[in-house]
């Protein structure tokens, strides 16, 4: 049973205001695994007021400083990244082969890159008479999803770290172990006193707090586009810079050649990791009309091979989140029937022999038409919708037929075609072929949200650009 009753203010671990917990549900066995203190507005006063108070020398801190603080946190974090990985599944059920592999390894990724990053940054500019300059925005509020906890802390906070800000953390209610393991290593990395902070707590308490306050420079924010509304509504009367990675249903084009059964199989495969619980996940998946019924035998093969259960054993997919995202899940299932989509592979309720724990079946729809509810609204489980195309045209003016533009996918043998494709679709971070790079910019078109992160331009957010004309060299 895990305890985190304290929170990290001030460079100390510190009791809450007033005293009020919650306890955190393992969602593979539906029983108590830990208790949690829930912050107020008064906890959100304390930590702010220490960020303010650091960010006066923190900000003028040299680009040696700080990397040396970044590297520093780079050794603690090699010494923990078991026990990240241990926590990351008990609290929102990754498999071990996942925790203990891509969600720890993508902390890691994205804190060398930031590392990387800052060696080379230029923060100022010469440009005749003038100098461009770019300086830490303030005090950041930086509010973190559950589903890939350790990826959305890391590209936040490392950013906000080089480029010399100060900050709050508000780490997601279901799942906040891996945060505080990671306030953990912070703390006995050197981070000096006030620079990180992190509370735990409710969104609708701590991420109101923070996004009100008149001290909090900048929010960033990962998480539904209804939230992501009502942040920047709370922020506006305070001018704040509004950073946000919100929804998305992307689309995964599988071109029309020889191998478009090994690409289906990839993306249906690829699409169930994390139980399907990826903002930019390739959940719609587009296909040539004329190879319907190749392309969802592939589907339907891929998705019976991927195994389900117990997180701690050898399997592909562990249970969701939670009993409400089961729910929710199980809904849009029915809706999709109920639309007459028809189910290839899965469907309702939970796979055979599990009976306790928040698992859902790897769900594959065909019949199914872009207009459909399945089609247009983030399910956030494993549920892939299959798509017809007549051809390419009527394949991209499917994909980008969406209120959401976070993520795309194109896959095929000839790669002038993808990338064809790729340059038409109106998103912001396409994969093709399997394509994968920690410093290209990640982020959204559209009610996907707004800012980039990852790499040289997850710097940009944190950074204000000043002119000094009249700066002699």
Avoid at 204 to 223: E, M, N, Q, R
Avoid at 283 to 302: D, G, I, Q, T, W
Avoid at 346 to 364: D, F, I, Q
Wanted: hydrophobic share 40%; charged share 20%; proline share 5%.
């Amino acid at each position: 049973m895990r305890e985190y009753l304290k929170f990290y203010i001030d460079g100390q671990w510190v009791a809450p205001s007033t005293p009020k917990t919650a306890e955190v549900i393992n969602p593979a066995t539906e029983a108590v695994s830990g208790r949690i203190s829930l912050g107020s507005a008064a906890d959100v006063d304390k930590a702010v007021a220490a960020a303010k108070k650091a960010f006066a020398s923190w900000s003028q801190t040299t680009r040696e400083q700080r990397l040396d603080v970044l590297q520093s946190i780079q050794a603690e974090y090699a010494k923990r990244q078991t026990e990240i990985g241990d926590a990351i599944m008990e609290e929102m059920g990754a498999p071990s082969g996942l925790a203990q592999g891509f969600h720890t390894a993508l902390g890691a990724g994205h804190l060398a890159t930031a590392i990387e990053v800052l060696k080379e940054f230029k923060f100022s500019e010469q440009r005749g008479a003038t100098l461009i300059a770019k300086e830490p925005i303030g005090v950041c509020a930086l509010i973190t999803p559950w589903n890939w906890p350790m990826n959305q802390i890391a590209v936040k906070v490392f950013p906000a770290l080089a480029t010399g800000c100060t900050m709050i953390l508000k780490p997601p209610q279901l799942a906040p172990y891996s945060a505080q393991i990671f306030a953990e290593i912070l703390d006995k990395a050197g981070v000096p006193k006030g620079v990180f902070n992190m509370l735990q707590g409710s969104g609708a308490v701590i991420g109101t707090a923070l996004s009100t306050h008149p001290d909090v420079d900048l929010i960033s924010f990962t998480g539904s586009e209804g939230v992501g509304v009502e942040i920047a509504k709370n922020a506006a009367p305070g001018v704040k810079r509004v950073c946000q990675e919100l929804g998305g249903k992307s689309a995964f084009v599988v071109l029309d050649d020889a191998d478009l059964a090994k690409n289906v199989a990839s993306a249906t495969s690829s699409m169930m990791i994390n139980s399907g619980q990826t903002c930019s996940a390739g959940s719609r998946l587009l296909v040539p009309k004329k190879r319907m019924a190749e392309a969802l035998e592939a589907a339907k093969a891929a998705a019976e091979g991927v195994t389900v259960g117990d997180p701690k054993g050898n399997v592909a997919m562990g249970p969701v989140v939670s009993k409400a995202q089961y729910n929710i899940i199980q809904e849009y299932i029915e809706t999709g029937v109920g639309e007459g989509a028809k189910i290839v592979a899965g469907g309702a309720g939970r796979p055979e022999g599990l009976s306790k724990g928040w698992y859902v079946k790897p769900t594959v729809f065909g019949n199914v038409s872009n207009s459909m509810r399945i089609a247009r609204e983030e399910i956030f489980g494993p549920v892939l919708v299959v798509i017809g195309y007549d051809d390419v045209d009527d394949a991209v003016a499917i994909a980008n037929d969406s209120d959401f533009g976070l993520a795309g996918y194109v896959n095929g043998a000839d790669a002038a075609a993808c990338n064809a494709v790729a340059r038409r679709m109106r998103t912001g971070w396409i994969s093709i072929n399997g394509g994968y790079d920690f410093h290209a910019p990640f982020g959204g078109y559209k009610k996907s949200g707004n800012g980039r992160e990852w790499g040289e331009f997850g710097f940009h957010e944190y950074l204000e650009v000043k002119s000094m004309l009249g700066y002699a060299p």
